[in-house]
């Protein structure tokens, strides 16, 4: 049966991500693959509410997790449930991702977390649930990914945090990141189409793709294909650390994982334990800590007695917005 390659542009009909994911994806059908291509401004996927009703109902065994709204989400899910990889494309608003790609990070969010699946699956198979009761076990499913962050800024500092915010896409299921490419300065051509070295760029993400899914070892299959060889960490390779408190350390902002630096012949050098690197929310440990966490240190409704005594104030404190300055050139249509 034929890997399937699932591509999703989060960009413009037809411009610079549409046509990146598409050359990765004609590579895969190249070589053998079946592949889908998904415009995601193309669904109608509403923001997440916060309820935790797909949380609540794995943990308790009374639901399959998945999230009470039923819009074009059942779409987008179908189509990563059946794939063996994904690539993704988005460009970037504000120096980091589009609203519509963190919205469907939320809607995966902790309701497709293989931990909280896991077990929810495993449980309900012992009490003798049937598959149609229980989370889809095609979460469980191996699966690699390529990411790539698109800007138009002539410098990469403006589209920095683009790239280390889409991992949210692949940290739920664990997809294994094996190549990633941030093109900046976009600007500086019409079209992609018109810059053959990124293309070939993109020729060569399909290529990776399909190197990882059709390998034969564990180990081949997660191998990073990216340009850059390590970055600042070993799990994701990003380049995006956060200052620990105590200004001796270091956390990657990506992985969670917490590591000691040094400068070594001139350079920064960050080692993180084999422990550390165990914790790394990209492996089941990190997942598994996270998900724990919430099982046993989470309060439950109704451990404040006077909640609705102590809330009184706030529900009374009700203010308009500000009307409209008439005086002033603002963007309120009279």
Known sequence: MAKKVLGISF???MSNCDIMVKQALMKCEEEGCETAFIRADDLHIENCTGCIACTIGTMTGRGRGYCVKHDDFDILDENIMQSDAVIIACPTYETSVTGRFKTICDRIGPSHDITFRKAAYDEGKAAGKPESALPDAR???????ALISVGGAMTENWICLTLPMMYEFTFPMAIDVVDAVEYYG?????????YPEMMERMTKVGENIVASI????EEERTKWRGDEDEGACPMC???LLQLS???KTVDCVVCGSHGTFEIVDGKLKVS??????KRSRLY???KLEHSTEIKTQAQPAGTIKNLKELKAPYEAFVRPPFPTDENAYGNVKK
């Open 186 to 194: 976009a600007m500086a051509h019409e079209s992609v189409v018109g």
């Open 272 to 277: 993180y334990t084999e422990e550390e690197k």
């Open 237 to 239: 390779h990003t380049r």
């Open 245 to 247: 408190h105590d200004a």
């Open 214 to 217: 059709k390998a034969e070892t």
């Open 139 to 145: 979460a469980f499913k191996k699966r690699s990914a």
């Open 11 to 13: 960009g413009r009909k």
């Open 284 to 286: 089941w440990g990190g």
